[in-house]
């Protein structure tokens, strides 16, 4: 019983380490961004009335990894851990990306380029025989679905990051669904899906309307 005990605490722990890394992180970014020239100005298509700093996803995705690397220091032994190092380099690719178009604005084809190559990572990284309605495709289509995937879902977080809070509520409503299949599944995964909804929440209360910081692409494509 003390086994389960600890197990559960697990999912409570670490979460509430990503929502208070995160939080923090987030009040220190709406100080530190503008002067790195982070900054979204009124204008344009903008409906804001006041200059913002972008580029916020920062805090949520540095939560993450310092969460997942304390996760990682004391569950050493734990399955999963060859999956959070596997997708280190398509996450870090995602947020270099993001925060070098939220500091100069990248053309759409470069970005679309490294969303291929997140794509193309995840597919290499987590290789296994994917089917369709019970039929096992060969390995060059599962190669397609999952780089059109990938870029599908980047881009409708993307494009949903225009309103205070949207793509990070969404974000957290997604995350605690993929969650919670993961449990029932007794799939690790729950737990990483755990910590980013905790990371989400977190940079979520300096999120809403009004904004005192946005996602930016650093955010909305991680």
């Not at 409570?12 to 939080?23: C, T």
Request: hydrophobic share 55%.
């Amino acid at each position: 019983m003390k086994n389960i005990l600890l197990d559960i605490s697990v999912f409570i722990i670490y979460p509430l380490i990503a929502f208070f890394v995160s939080s923090s992180l987030t009040a220190l970014c709406i100080r530190l961004l503008p002067k790195l020239g982070y900054i979204d100005n009124p204008g344009g298509r903008h409906i804001h009335k006041r200059a913002v700093p972008r580029g916020g996803g920062i805090a949520i995705a540095l939560a993450m990894l310092v969460t997942l690397f304390a996760f990682a220091l004391t569950r050493n032994g734990t399955p999963g851990i060859e999956l959070l190092k596997k997708g280190l380099l398509p996450a870090a690719i995602l947020l270099i990306t993001g925060l070098i178009d939220d500091r100069i604005e990248l053309k759409s084809i470069v970005k679309l380029l490294a969303q291929i190559v997140v794509g193309v990572l995840i597919w290499y990284g987590f290789d296994r025989p994917m089917t369709v309605y019970s039929f096992v495709v060969p390995k060059y289509v599962s190669l397609v679905i999952t780089v059109l995937w990938v870029i599908t879902v980047i881009n409708a977080f993307n494009l949903i990051d225009g309103l205070d809070g949207l793509a990070t509520g969404l974000a957290v409503i997604s995350g605690s669904c993929l969650a919670i299949w993961f449990l029932f599944r007794g799939n690790i995964q729950a737990l990483f899906m755990l910590i980013f909804v905790g990371a989400c929440l977190g940079f979520l209360r300096y999120n809403f309307a009004p904004a005192k910081i946005f996602l930016g692409d650093t955010g909305s494509m991680f």
